[in-house]
């Protein structure tokens, strides 16, 4: 989970990062919601 930040509480030199995997079933909704069904785009 990642922690939720105020600006005033970030430091410089503090970094997160956040990993998911993308399927197709995420392109496919994707698609749909955005009209985009080029399939270069897909």
């Known amino acids: 989970m990642v922690q939720q930040l ?7 030199g ?7 995997a993308v399927t197709a ?7 749909e919601v955005s009209g985009d069904v080029n ?3 897909l």
Do not use: R, V, Y
Request: proline content about 4%; overall charge negative; hydrophobic content about 45%.
């Open 14 to 20: 503090q970094s997160e990062s956040i990993t998911t």
């Open 6 to 12: 105020f600006f005033e509480d970030i430091a410089i």
């Open 25 to 31: 079933e995420m392109f496919e909704a994707f698609s």
């Open 39 to 41: 399939p270069l785009h």
